[in-house]
């Protein structure tokens, strides 16, 4: 694969990772999240930029098997959908209360677990892989558990090499990467939601692959890229979930809200 630094711009960016209720049919959940919830969040000031990843239901992994990894997603544990906020600076969650509290209300009408990810300022990584009039049609979104024993520093430091080296393929037309805080529940400790996150369930970085269409998205997880990155990844992950995305919705773009979400 060829080895080039692509420009790359920092955003201030956290993600809320979503479990549909099941007490009624997920499809229901998913409308209500896409329809009433997301004009309570795009209505919160101080957004960059907010994003509805959906994921498909039937999600195993798409991740190849790779020995001393888990890239099976566990059916109990399994994501429908993530959150994606990005804020104009590191102050603006301040201005966004009143907004957060009325989303903290209706949570509980769609969702039965939410759990809060956040990197601190310029840990984000949104890198400029697209060339011009191309854009992504499908996409991955992949996270990273940290092996024991790795340091939070090293472990960041394998996750720009490893975004560097996808950026490098040619293959793709989206990548942002997020490395995470040590969890916190008191960060997004919602009402009347599950908020249960067992330590050895726990994510420390993520990332968002785009390709020009399904069948460039297949092709790169059977591909020889990906079985050249699973060597590396056991070194320092033992976890790697590869869920397929079946929609990116953008409600808020360059700090906008928009009146209908764009794809």
Not at 130 to 142: I, N, T
């Amino acid at each position: 694969m060829t080895a080039i630094r692509p420009f790359a711009t920092k955003p201030f960016v956290s993600s809320i990772l979503l479990w549909m209720r099941t007490d009624q049919p997920r499809q229901t959940g998913m409308d209500h999240w896409k329809g009433p919830h997301s004009k309570i969040i795009s209505a919160t000031p101080g957004f960059e930029e907010y994003r509805q990843i959906h994921l498909a239901e039937d999600n195993p992994g798409l991740w190849p098997a790779t020995r001393g990894i888990e890239t099976t997603i566990p059916a109990d544990r399994r994501i429908d959908g993530v959150a994606e906020v990005t804020f104009r600076s590191v102050l603006s969650p301040l201005l966004g209360r009143k907004q957060t509290r009325l989303a903290f209300k209706d949570e509980v009408n769609v969702f039965r677990r939410t759990l809060l990810y956040a990197g601190p300022p310029s840990s984000a990584r949104w890198y400029d892989v697209a060339g011009p009039g191309e854009k992504a049609d499908a996409r991955a979104l992949v996270y990273l558990r940290r092996r024991d024993g790795v340091r939070t520093g090293e472990f960041r430091k394998h996750v720009n090499e490893l975004a560097r080296t996808l950026a490098g393929t040619g293959l793709l037309k989206e990548l942002r990467t997020q490395v995470f805080m040590p969890w916190n529940e008191k960060l997004w400790d919602t009402p009347n939601v599950a908020h249960d996150n067992p330590a050895d369930q726990r994510f420390h970085a993520s990332l968002i692959l785009g390709f020009t269409d399904p069948a460039a998205r297949a092709a790169f997880f059977k591909g020889p890229e990906v079985e050249s990155l699973s060597d590396t990844l056991a070194s320092f992950t033992s976890a790697v979930h590869a869920y397929e995305v079946t929609d990116a919705l953008t409600y808020v773009k360059d700090g906008k809200e928009l009146p209908h979400y764009q794809r």
